[in-house]
């Protein structure tokens, strides 16, 4: 089976990045979660995620349930 690298954008309002991390690494690897640019309080806030996967529908199922996906980006390896 391949295996993906899945680099998005992720809009979040209510952050819980803990709650984000338990449920995304249960279905891939080697996570990485980098903010962007603060925007004013109240605001929904992106984040760029990274993250190694064997099936990115998955990865983008549990993270429709946290936010809005955006600027997806995917890499197909071995």
């Known amino acids: 089976m391949h295996n ?3 680099e998005f954008i992720l809009n979040m309002q209510d952050i819980s990045l ?3 991390k338990c449920s995304i ?3 891939g ?4 979660i980098m ?3 603060s925007k004013p309080l109240g605001e929904n806030q992106d984040f760029t ?3 190694n996967a064997k099936d990115p529908t998955i990865i983008f199922d549990v993270c429709g349930q946290f936010g809005k996906i ?3 980006k995917i890499e197909e390896g071995r």
Do not use: C, G, M, N
Request: zero cysteines; glycine letters at 0%; a negative charge.
């Open 49 to 51: 995620i990274r993250i």
């Open 25 to 27: 690494l249960e279905f």
């Open 18 to 20: 803990e709650a984000f």
């Open 35 to 37: 903010p962007q640019p």
């Open 4 to 6: 993906y690298s899945l």
């Open 70 to 72: 955006k600027s997806v």
């Open 29 to 32: 690897q080697d996570l990485e």
